[in-house]
């Protein structure tokens, strides 16, 4: 919020930008003109000063809204990422061992619910169905946290509000999640890091690729907490070629059919080959985008995939969007 009446003093009343002498009988003091300059410099700077002091006061008595809560956001709150979001949003972002009481498939990710007494095996460990079945071409799936509450709150925000400064305090959860890779056999922090794309005209009309945001921002944060991984983005290699927009509302395998040559790997200096590549993507929901991508860099020559996001949709809550209107995924 700013004082609209010190802004408005500022501009009209005070404006001397010609330096103008006030007008008067001629033949006044020689130099008067300069006196005036330095007179009004001195008035601006003390409006300059007014106004600052009254905008802080206006934005302590009347506080903007947090867009997630609706709470009030007073200029204390966020600094750190200056996000019109308030501290207790931020504070309620938890990872998912924290929110979730079952145990997590250690190749997809996926809450096991009941079924980790069946599949249980000192040898392999915990894994779901589906990767039993159909082993996935990645190596593992991470995510931050469960896709709800305050975290779906703010993927919103990024993605369809355009809050892009969100990518910071979220680049920042995305990048603990990588880190859970380090406890994974021969993660060297070596990799290739390529954000999911967007079809290029969906890019276009968003203004931006919130994958690609939340990439960078947890590459500069690793690069702070891990500075012996070597960690490369090259967002530029892996193409969607194909708009598949649509699939909202289709099942697990219709999304698959519906990924088929989505994506391609223009990879003309062969970067990729024999390469890890970490996979970046704001949200897993059936694992039909990152299966598809990863298919398309192993073609490609890459070597193994690991595949981070920020959020993960658990099984209960895809079901509950696939009998209800669509959410993203
Ligand atoms: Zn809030
Ligand atoms: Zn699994």
Redesign the pocket.
Known sequence: MRCVFSESMNDNALDVSTGAPPSGPPGRLPGGAVEWRATTAVLRSTVRAFTSVVDDLVATVFPAD??????S?LRADSLRFDVP??D??LSRLSPQSETLVTALCRCCGEAMGMESDRFASPVEGLLCTPCRMVPPPFERAVAFGVYED?LRELLHLLKYNGVRRLAGPLGHKLAQAVMLFESASQWTGDVVVIAVPLFAANTRARGFNQSTLLADEAVSRLRKLRPTWKLAARHGLLKRVKSTESQFNLSTRGRRRNLVGAFKVEDARNELAGRDVLLIDDIYTSGATSRTCAQALRRAGVRRVWVATLARAQREQVEFWSSSSGDSG
């Open positions: 947090c867009r997630a809560c609706g709470g956001l979001v308030c207790l949003c305050e």
